[in-house]
């Protein structure tokens, strides 16, 4: 079985062209003399050219690239961050000004070492972003904070415009794919977004192809609505190296398209699901009117 996992060959569906167009190339080229990280980058996102090049949309990882946990299914480094950077709040907000960026995510290593977990700068990186680029929506992606009541208040004290935390994986398999959230904490950490802000919407997702059943997935949809979350995401788990998770199977384009249909009879008011779907794919269509409309206030 193990030999056969090994050897386990992704279908065509899971081929893509890369597009390194000269737009694209520029950009990267500007992220490393900002210093700042994508997780477009880190966590080698199939979209990245789609998102950057297409779409102007794009994920910065804030809080430095090193982090405190050590995920099964993540490729980001592992280990004892650096001191704090102040200024990267305003290097990303240029960023997203000089990218002409119609949504920026914002997300960032988990930082335990923090009492606030990063909430702080998290907050001061969508009020930046907001001064320089007022037609941006901004959406934040954190770790959970270890479930942190005063730090949840202090990242949402900034009115995001989504608010996005993964459960990654079904319940059963939670221990073994994440190295120190729980499941039921992240569904906690949605819930209370969404009493400190009802009219925010909240999202999260999750990989296939860990060993998880179709049931299993129902199952988390049903948790997902339940602590009142908007919008959910479904994409293919592909093993970033060697050292982390095998893939158990790939799913057919045909079975995202039942999860699609399944998630939006639950209540959703989004899905995207599909072999490729990453987190924040198509994240600049998730925005409700309200934020919009708020954009366009004097």
């Given at each position: ?12 569906w ?39 090049a ?14 405190t946990?050590?995920?099964r ?54 009020r ?13 992606l ?12 202090t ?39 969404k ?60 079975e ?12 959703f ?30």
């Amino acid at each position: 079985m193990a030999n056969q996992q090994e050897h386990l060959r992704k279908p065509d569906w899971l081929k893509i062209k890369l597009n390194t167009n000269k737009e694209y190339t520029g950009l990267k080229k500007m992220m490393r003399e900002q210093n700042l990280h994508t997780v477009c980058e880190e966590a080698r996102c199939p979209n990245i050219h789609e998102c950057w090049a297409v779409r102007k949309t794009a994920t910065f990882m804030i809080l430095g690239d090193i982090c405190t946990r050590a995920c099964r299914f993540c490729a980001v480094k592992t280990g004892l961050p650096t001191e704090l950077d102040w200024q990267e709040p305003e290097r990303v907000a240029d960023s997203v000004a000089v990218m002409g960026l119609r949504h920026a995510v914002i997300t960032a290593v988990a930082r335990d070492d923090l009492k606030d977990g990063g909430a702080a700068v998290f907050a001061e990186t969508v009020r930046a972003v907001r001064r320089k680029s007022p037609f941006c929506t901004i959406e934040v992606l954190p770790s959970d904070m270890k479930g942190d009541d005063e730090s949840i208040m202090t990242l949402m004290e900034a009115k995001p415009d989504i608010f996005n935390h993964n459960i990654e994986t079904v319940r059963r398999l939670t221990k073994r794919v994440r190295a120190v959230a729980t499941y039921d904490r992240s569904l906690q950490l949605l819930k209370r977004v969404k009493e400190l802000s009802p009219a925010t919407p909240t999202k999260s997702s999750i990989m296939v192809g860990l060993g998880e059943t179709k049931e299993e997935i129902i199952e988390a949809m049903d948790d997902l609505r339940a602590h009142d979350v908007d919008i959910m995401t479904i994409g293919q788990y592909l093993q970033p190296t060697k050292k982390h998770l095998k893939v158990e199977r790939y799913y057919h384009p045909d079975e995202f398209a039942e999860l699609k249909e399944i998630a939006l009879s639950k209540g959703f008011s989004h899905c995207e699901a599909g072999p490729l779907v990453r987190s924040s794919y198509h994240a600049d269509e998730q925005v409700n009117a309200a934020a919009k409309e708020r954009q366009l206030q004097p």
